[in-house]
């Protein structure tokens, strides 16, 4: 019980230094929502912006487009007739390695939570897809919102707007744009002589 509460203020320090940190810093992110999206306009709209503060409370903002991605911008695709058998039991997918692409099974989100809840459980399901290709990494937190799985418990953490990244969340993502931004400009570079 003693390294829970030794933990759990090790984050809160992490995020005292992060946090003003990556609000100075506002790192901007393009992300594209498929043109044949099947989320209705109201729906897609109140998403975004429960993303949108989620990322800004981590230091980075979304532009938000709607039609084929251009650049480096991350692809977000919704399904509507998800098969059974298909990745059970998940909302989403994301290619973390490869950087760029979302797949998220609008139908499993709509009869996983109420009509209501349906536009910010979304909101935290592209967040959470978002970043694990943030992160460059396939990984899970034991709490918040990178949890591989969320209970009850957390869906109402949502709708109480309580659920976020966990210190360690923001860190990886930092990190996960600082590599990006790197490789970037390691291509751009001239190349040397020799």
């Known amino acids: ?26 790192e901007r992110i393009a992300v594209c929502v498929h043109p044949d999206a099947v989320v209705n306009g109201l729906t897609l709209a109140q998403a975004e912006q429960v993303t949108a503060r989620l990322f800004t409370d981590a230091g980075i903002r979304i532009t938000w487009c709607h039609g084929h991605p251009a650049g480096d911008a991350i692809s977000i695709e919704f399904s509507e007739h998800t098969p059974n058998g298909y990745r059970p039991g998940s909302m989403a997918f994301a290619r973390p390695y490869e950087g760029v692409h979302i797949t998220v099974f609008f139908d499993r989100i709509r009869a996983r939570s109420s009509a209501a809840l349906t536009p910010t459980v979304l909101g935290y399901v592209l967040a959470h897809e978002m970043t694990h290709i943030l992160q460059r990494i396939d990984r899970h937190s ?40 790197l490789r970037a400009s390691n291509d751009q570079a001239p190349a040397g002589t020799l």
């Open 1 to 26: 019980m003693h390294s829970n509460s030794n933990r759990a203020w090790w984050q809160v320090a992490v995020m005292a230094v992060l946090l003003p940190a990556c609000a100075q810093a506002q």
């Open 142 to 181: 034991d709490s918040g919102l990178m949890k591989a799985h969320w209970t009850n418990a957390d869906l109402d953490q949502m709708a109480a707007k309580r659920l976020t990244f966990s210190a360690e969340d923001v860190e990886l993502i930092q990190r996960g744009l600082a590599s990006q931004a």
